[in-house]
């Protein structure tokens, strides 16, 4: 009943398909009404809920389907395809977006492993996205977030408690353990991904990604990639192509694109986007438009 709710809330504020603030930091609502195939994006940490139809992510050839039965939480920055293949006026997608705040998260993950309670933990490490069935904790503190967007005074003075208590119902869901170990203190690969993702216009080496994270190269390496399923050296190829075509797909120039995701040489960018994708800049900017805010 409180998913129809949270659907009927995204139905009155969005007469139209597109993403739009709640008034309250990182969190937005969005609706689509036709199908949009899998593209190149890029997912900053983040939880996407969905209350009716169903989206799709690709992560290195992984594909992660879901709907309204579960969530998708992913805890570190990533370049994924993503999509609304099955959304119509029929089926609609309707859904609410939550940035994951770095700080808060760990805020709450070292509060929560300090209370002396046993937490469920996870086998190995974290590797870039988990899908989590709805518990009653994750929709009810989901359904008071959004409610929230009725009254500006409300999202002002209770907004960032209610974002707490949502951010505290994911560490507690069933992909708790694995937020809570990608929040953590002691991961150095979340922290390296984060300083390379705020940094994609600049020349990174694996050596500077390794120091920063204080590990040796070949421990990084290893590390690096059985957290996210990538090497360094691709994940960041990786993140600076699904931006530019991103920008490509929402008008900007190919020139500025590949200028704006650190590209020196055009040629280069070009070569490398056509491996990629199988078609230079140019043909996709022809063949690609993104609807206005879609994730």
Same mark, same amino acid.
């Given at each position: ?5 949270? @659907? ?37 940490? +983040? ?23 579960? $969530?998708? +939480? +992913? *805890? ?43 937490? *469920? ?46 951010? $505290? ?47 040796? @190269? ?72 993104? *609807?206005?805010?879609?994730?």
């Amino acid at each position: 009943m409180s998913k129809n709710t949270i @659907r009927q809330i995204i139905e009155t504020r969005m007469p139209k398909d597109g993403m739009i603030d709640t008034g309250i930091t990182g969190v937005q609502l969005f609706r689509a009404t036709q199908a949009v195939p899998c593209a190149p994006a890029v997912y900053e940490p +983040c939880v996407i809920a969905i209350v009716s139809g169903g989206k799709e992510t690709v992560l290195d050839g992984e594909r992660y389907v879901y709907d309204n039965s579960e $969530y998708m +939480c +992913c *805890p570190m920055s990533m370049p994924v395809e993503a999509g609304t293949p099955t959304a119509s006026s029929e089926n609609p997608l309707y859904g609410v977006y939550v940035a994951l705040d770095q700080r808060l998260m760990t805020e709450l993950t070292i509060e929560m492993e300090t209370t002396g309670s046993r937490l *469920p933990t996870t086998k190995g490490i974290a590797r870039g996205i988990r899908l989590a069935r709805w518990d009653h904790g994750f929709l009810d503190a989901l359904l008071r977030l959004v409610q929230l967007g009725n009254n500006p005074t409300d999202t002002a003075v209770l907004g960032d408690a209610r974002l707490r208590e949502l951010y $505290y119902a994911i560490l507690k869901g069933e992909a708790g353990a694995f937020a809570r170990q990608a929040f953590g203190p002691g991961n150095a690969i979340a922290r390296s991904i984060a300083h390379v993702s705020s940094r994609l216009d600049e020349a990174v080496s694996i050596d500077e990604m390794a120091a920063h994270a204080g590990m040796s @190269r070949a421990v990084f390496h290893r590390k690096f990639k059985q957290a996210t399923t990538l090497s360094p050296i691709q994940f960041v190829k990786s993140m600076r192509l699904n931006n530019a075509a991103m920008k490509i797909a929402g008008g900007m120039t190919v020139s500025e694109a590949a200028m704006d995701v650190g590209y020196v040489s055009p040629s280069q960018f070009s070569r490398e986007f056509k491996r990629m994708y199988g078609q230079s800049p140019r043909q996709w900017s022809d063949a690609h438009q993104l *609807p206005a805010g879609m994730l």
